[in-house]
DNA sequence: GAGTGCTGGTTCAAATCTGAACTACTGCCT
DNA sequence: AGGCAGTAGTTCAGATTTGAACCAGCACTC
């Protein structure tokens, strides 16, 4: 906290361009899901990361890691899935205090019929708008940012 | 909805680690603030956003535009720091139903106190992370999308 | 200059997020 | 065994966000 140099102009370009982008990108993907399937991006992302996962399971704090949400978000928002039925509850059976949210064939169904119109967005409004190179600068780039911030 | 051509590997790694990483990094940010002065990230927006602004003041719609934020959340934030006597409103004199929000000079002040610690956390984590080339590159392509998203 | 449609803000209810307790179980260490 | 620090999830209260409904004031038309 001593003396950090200011963020010069192009620096400042730049922060203010990713916050606006990332903020606006959300707003719209949020948007689009509500409309065609009532789920929030947290819950798509807890679906398409489950669906991913082995054996479509995956432990709760593990899960809330990769969506970058806390774990008592996690713990809503799966309670909401499994209301809805996309997802089932079930105790570890190596470590008994854990929990294993599991995609049912109803959440597998249910991803399958949302990824389409979910991707389209991703792609329309960033993906296809980047060259292949400006693609990769901006993975390495997100990624050294990404690594630094899990410690 | 038709043929969306699914996301190659590349391009999902691209896209997981901007999510991942525009996450991580608003949590961050938001636990400095919150720790250096009660401040949430938003409001912080909108000081900053305002000291910019000439006379210190802005309408709220368009700050509600600059932040990404809901008109609605903007009112709501607006009275928070109104409360904390860092924003006044006054109604705009040339549209009876605009507001504007100014910036007070404890605002002003407080600004100056929290921003080095807000910036030092943006450079450390994604500004000195990344070589020139590598920011500019973001860039253009994040103004490319946030273009896009604005119509 | 009344009527009509738009725009600017606020209010409201509902949903969600977070961090701080809290409970339960695991893994060591002696 | 027995104790103890640490981990996994949940619960809870409080703060914030959002969209929809709403009330004014502006601007344009006939």
Same mark, same amino acid.
């Given at each position: !906290?001593?003396?950090? /140099?200011?963020?010069?102009?192009?620096?400042?370009?730049?922060?203010?361009?990713?916050?606006?982008?990332?903020?606006?990108?959300?707003?719209?993907?949020?948007?689009?899901?509500?409309?065609?399937?009532?789920?929030?991006?947290?819950?798509?992302?807890?679906? +398409? @990361?489950? /669906?991913?996962?082995?054996?479509?399971?995956? @432990?709760?704090?593990?899960? +809330?890691?990769?969506?970058?949400?806390?774990?008592?978000?996690?713990?809503?928002?799966?309670?909401?899935?499994?209301?809805?039925?996309?997802?089932?509850?079930?105790?570890?059976?190596?470590?008994? @205090?854990?929990?294993?949210?599991?995609?049912?064939?109803?959440?597998?169904?249910?991803?399958? @019929?949302?990824?389409?119109?979910?991707?389209?967005?991703?792609?329309?409004?960033?993906?296809?708008? !980047?060259?292949?190179?400006?693609?990769?600068?901006?993975?390495?780039? !997100?990624?050294?940012?990404?690594?630094?911030?899990?410690?």
């Amino acid at each position: !906290m001593t003396d950090t /140099a200011w963020l010069d102009e192009t620096e400042m370009a730049a922060w203010r361009a990713f916050l606006s982008t990332s903020h606006l990108l959300e707003r719209r993907i949020e948007e689009q899901l509500k409309a065609a399937a009532g789920l929030t991006h947290p819950q798509y992302e807890v679906l +398409a @990361r489950l /669906a991913d996962a082995p054996d479509r399971q995956m @432990r709760m704090t593990e899960l +809330a890691r990769g969506v970058v949400v806390s774990k008592s978000a996690l713990t809503y928002q799966i309670g909401q899935l499994e209301k809805a039925g996309l997802v089932e509850r079930t105790t570890c059976p190596s470590d008994e @205090r854990g929990v294993l949210a599991v995609l049912t064939e109803a959440g597998v169904r249910c991803l399958e @019929r949302v990824a389409p119109g979910h991707v389209a967005v991703v792609r329309a409004y960033l993906i296809d708008r !980047m060259t292949r190179g400006e693609l990769e600068t901006m993975t390495t780039a !997100m990624r050294k940012t990404e690594q630094a911030l899990r410690q």
